[in-house]
């Protein structure tokens, strides 16, 4: 490969910067950042590739153009940049929801220009140059899309790439794609800041000082809900269809089990609590999480 | 301290096993265990103690007598062992929910006798005394609780005996205790068990084979939904009136969280994300986490 533009320096975009440094895949890597705070960490980080001021000027020099902004952010890029695009430029962004992403996408992007998208199953509660690392890949799976404006060569030479970033790749549809992650991720990401924002209303009414109690399950909560919160906003809008359902159905299902409870329904919530159980040794074997207990971080 | 009852021998209490043994806290550590698979596991694990048959047989050689069943087994022992229980035995129970157990024990406990009720917030996702350990109880908090039948001086003995074991302690009624954690323990335990179980009833409807790509949250929750399903029911129909409040409250704020998406609310929903966000930050504080970003474990 020749040169590579990375569109956003945060977590993702600098760790893919480090790996793809480490591993020598391009000649030039060069990196658009629009965050002053965060170029000038990139600076003290003495993070490797070339800053630039625009990516619209290096895009004629660029091979593989990869956007790694939140999500509503694209638009504005790809409008000041589509002059420059040539049909031979694979271009791909690791956005966590697709159908509404890549119909802004297909309407703005210039004719003729392919868009490959990949969905890296990688990521943390924090965010921020400062908290990339070249192995954030490293055995995760990365969900390559097959949409409107993907190109066949472009999705296996991204396969390749994702490979070499020490991911194991598959293909979807931008639909199946968002169906899946509604529920495996989006779903929970919501459940989580909604729980923290239940135990703050519960704090102010009750005035508990109960977070000093909360290594019972709350932590683990409160962990997942101080994600990035633009990134997120991005991702609920995107799929609220998808997401809507899911609420629907999780509601559906938390009422029954409160009917379990207020009646004592000792079948109905022994099935319940013991049907579940079986999905934890699936995610094991499927290498999804260690098989270790966890009695808490110290 | 002379002679220590364990009665349930499984996590808890063979991690208070070991503990005392130890620190050499005892003369004698007696241990009843209703299981076979357990009781093989313990002679296996060659823990300490002396293993009775009948917990009764030995209440008279017993100063400290310490509950670590399933709450829904606590009547019938003590109704096998009232004739030998005497007022100067100290008796606890680790029960992590309190009104409903404390009244099923004044019933049935004889009169005259005490019990100062404790609640260690210490586990995990795994039972059974093979994963017990004697540093389970090291900086947690371990609630004592002042109810009915519970007697200052016990009260004060067990505190230090908690201290012992190495956990900080604090001082609470039983109403308190059960709404501080239907809150931060048993509503997120919940949630997490409902969250799998969404999830089973979209794989099953949708026939994909969503467990594969959970790293992307599901996989936490799963964790936690893999909980002993008898010591989570008996928690859930114990706690039943606070935890159908909270479950009120959660799908309240689930409902306007799903408003915010529908209607692209950009300016409520930012308020929600990153009003959650300080609740980190005070968790952390509280030393109830480390400030270690998590992603994933490997």
């Known amino acids: 490969m020749k040169n590579i533009l990375i569109i956003g320096c945060g977590l993702l975009g600098s760790s893919l910067l480090r790996r793809i440094h480490k591993k020598r895949l391009a000649h030039k890597i060069f990196v658009y950042e629009k965050s002053k705070k965060n170029i000038s960490k990139i600076k003290k980080l003495k993070l490797p590739g070339i800053l630039v001021k625009k ?80 192995n954030l890949f490293e055995n995760k799976w990365c969900v390559l899309i097959n949409g409107k404006r993907s190109n066949k060569t472009h999705l296996n030479f991204l396969k390749s790439f994702w490979r070499k970033m020490g991911s194991k790749t598959t293909e979807m549809s931008p639909n199946k794609h968002d169906k899946i992650f509604s529920i495996t991720s989006h779903l929970p990401h919501l459940i989580a800041y909604n729980l923290v924002k239940s135990a703050q209303d519960f704090e102010k009414k009750q005035k508990y000082d109960l977070l000093k109690y909360s290594a019972g399950g709350l932590r683990d909560f409160s962990r997942i809900a101080a994600s990035n919160e633009i990134m997120w906003r991005d991702i609920f809008f995107d799929n609220k269809t998808n997401v809507s359902k899911a609420i629907n159905l999780f509601i559906k299902n938390l009422k029954s089990f409160k009917n379990d409870i207020s009646s004592e329904n000792n079948k109905s919530i022994l099935r319940k609590l013991t049907h579940t159980k079986k999905v934890r040794s699936r995610i094991i074997k499927l290498k999804q999480d260690i098989n270790k207990p966890d009695f808490g971080r110290d």
């Open 55 to 134: 990516p619209e000027d290096v895009v004629s020099k660029s091979n593989l153009i990869i956007f790694c902004t939140p999500m509503s952010e694209y638009k504005k890029i790809i409008l000041k940049m589509n002059n420059n695009f040539h049909s031979k430029h694979i271009i791909t962004d690791i956005g966590s929801s697709k159908i509404k992403s890549l119909k802004i996408i297909n309407k703005n992007l210039k004719k003729g220009i392919y868009w490959s998208s990949s969905h890296p199953i990688a990521g943390s509660e924090v965010s921020g140059p400062e908290n990339g690392k070249q």
